[in-house]
């Protein structure tokens, strides 16, 4: 009885803190970054990395992990509005 009490307040207050303001920027963020790694991990593989095209990469994936962050953010709202 105690456990689920604990655990059901735990998870509203998780709910809660996902959804601020600054949470689902640093959500994308990470997110682009992490991509960002990865394909610039894939290119040096195929022996396809340059520098030259490493600053329009950079931007495309933080403009798409700030988009993903977004829409993360308004999926969780819709959902707690349910």
């Known amino acids: ?17 996902m959804n601020t303001k600054i949470n689902w920027v640093v959500e994308g ?3 682009g970054i992490i991509m ?3 394909s610039s991990i894939l290119d040096l593989i195929s022996n396809d990395f340059t520098f ?3 600053g329009v990469k950079i931007l ?14 308004l999926l969780r709202d819709r959902k707690a509005t349910k």
């Open 36 to 38: 960002l790694i990865f």
């Open 1 to 17: 009885m105690i456990f689920s009490l604990f655990a059901e307040s735990k998870t509203k207050l998780k709910n809660k803190n």
């Open 60 to 73: 495309i994936w933080l403009i798409g992990g700030l988009v993903y962050g977004l829409l993360m953010k």
């Open 52 to 54: 030259d095209r490493f």
């Open 29 to 31: 963020l990470i997110f």
